[in-house]
């Protein structure tokens, strides 16, 4: 039986700091929590004061595999994970082919467990080939393990098809997830509608784009009495509609992501329009940036997520107008979070952030899953270590990710994931703790 | 005065000193433009390479005739039989530059930011932007600029009225940036549809009535209209623009007497402008074109090191 004890830490347990500073882990689970623990056949981990978290889980990230694997395959991805301090990643299904069919699910299932890095918990699509005309096979994928339904990359194209969606998953098989975008209002974008597109002649994107989706999202879970995740949103409009549908008692849950939450469209700017900023949704106001921020208070957002999107450099260093949407994160996002909030918003309790990134999106997965994204006895280890007082530059060419450039490039941080931890097992560790 | 731009992407970054410093350094380049001989050897041994990625006769032109009174060598680069056109990247194209030692880069591209980009690329050369997309074309403004300093002297305090698709816009950008630079009033006019949201953070009012904004203007900018943006549907007719943003006569007469009619060219006749504003004696269409030689002079001269 392998035994592995943290001591010394500041355990947070998925809602808040724990008096408590020892975990033992026995066989992939949590044997007991404590203070003072000894136990003379487990290894050790010093925690020295350093942070004791739930592996960060992360519902929104491409892995580009199958078909793209020069940009990420799922090896690279979940390596990067890791580094990342993430436990288990959600793999949106827009590869190539699209991941719409039951041996895809498998696919990514079995190739993801390869890595033997964090978990990578296929998502399926909503519809088959993501061409937007029929459903997929809902209760076959979800039989083989599909933990979304989305067809992500692109909103479900009809209000027929995301209605038939609802009612054919309901309340029991995994919740659909909705990139929210008019299509009709996307149209050429390339950033928010608003001060980047008036000062850059950029095409814009309104808000209203994905205020009308969220919008009709809402109205079909009214209509089928099912519920949807909204990923990644991005603007004031959307969190007011959201906020305003969870009041009303509908099963409507969201995310948005790290950039959303530390950049806005002064960001683009102030590059000179460089293309590591290009992302979709964009990155908007500050106003819209405020309200993210309110909504992850008041529990209107319920995770925060990654939507890393790698690109090879060959495609991803070309103007900004040519350059494709994506900002690839993984290896930094938390770090970049972290530090963020500590400058920026330091009466967001460091709790919130954490339940954001942990107990909150395992909340939202199948009841397979749960258990995840908690330390608590019986729970599975899957455990993150972090070093508050560390600061380290971003340095993508360092990174497990394919991907070779991100907004952060060259930024020091305070604040990084140092050992990453699944089912027990360390999955990755920091140079420097070596 | 030391010049301390070497790259021109736009003019966001001037002052206003280095502005009139500019000004009278193309007035000097004017001059030669009046001589027998049209050539000075102020670039001599100079590589000049015109990268095209867009048609643009006028400005190419303009940039060639510059670059060839100033005696640098020049190359146009034909974008169509390019590697380009084969896939290669934009930073391979930048690199290549590089390689065969261009000196100075006149680039034309469709993609906001390529500009940009390509003077991030290279080591040495410089990138002068003839136009990225919608989103700068600083020669036309710097030519704007000169134009209307020629008649008026001073600019401060000027009113400038800008009517037309400023949307879609690369000149409206770089000019409402360079007449604010000079102390001017900006006005925006043009259908809603055609105008940027958010539009105030230029530092400008916009008025749609076109008779309102052009009030007491010491100039009237007409902005280009493309037929393809009534097909887009962000007009409902020709008919329908003129009637209301286009210039003739009677909104000219609501301007400044002896205001300045523009337009950065080639221009609609009816549907913009009409043509007896185009034609009339308030007409410096014609003077902007000359001037966009001596300025792109005074651009390649000061840029390329000829004033150091």
Redesign the interface.
Known sequence: MEKLLFKGFKVFDGKEFIKDDCVLVEDGKIAKIGSGLECADAEVVEGNGRLLTPGFIDLHAHFRDPGLEWNEDLKSGAMAGAAGGFTTLVAMPNTKPAVSEPALVEYVLSHGAAAKAARILPAGCVSKKREGKEICEMEKMAEAGAVFFTDDGSPVATSHLLRLALLYTGKRLPRVMEHPEEISLFQGG?VH???V????????I?GASEEIDVARGIALVRDTGSRIHFTHISCAGAVELIRNAKRAGLDVTCDTTFHHLTLNENAVIGS????RFKVNPPLRSVEDQRALWEGLVDGTIDAIVTDHAPWHM?EK??????APFGIASLECAAAVLLDYRAKNRPEVPLELIFTKMTSAPAALLPEKWQGLGVIAEGACADLTVIDEARTRIVDCQTWHSKARCCPWEGIALTSWPVMTFVEGRKIWQDDEEL | MTWRHRSVIDVDDWTREEFLFFLDQSRHMENVMDRPVKKVPALRGKMCVNLFFENSTRTRVSFELAEKMLSADVVNWSVSGSSTAKGETMRDTAWTLEAMGADIVVMRHGAVGAAQYLASKLKHGIVLNAGDGTHAHPTQALLDVYTAWKHFGSLEGRKIALVGDVLHSRVARSDVIAFKTMGCEVVLSGPPTLMPREVECLGVTYERDARKAVEDADMVYLLRIQRERQQDGLFPSVDEYHRWWGADEELMKLAKPGALAMHPGPINRGVEIASEVADGHQSVILEQVRSGVATRMALLYLCGGGAR
């Open positions: 390339q509608e608003g001060r597109s008036a000062m850059s002649g950029l095409k814009g309104p000179g329009y460089n293309s060959d260093d070309e103007p900004f107008q040519e």
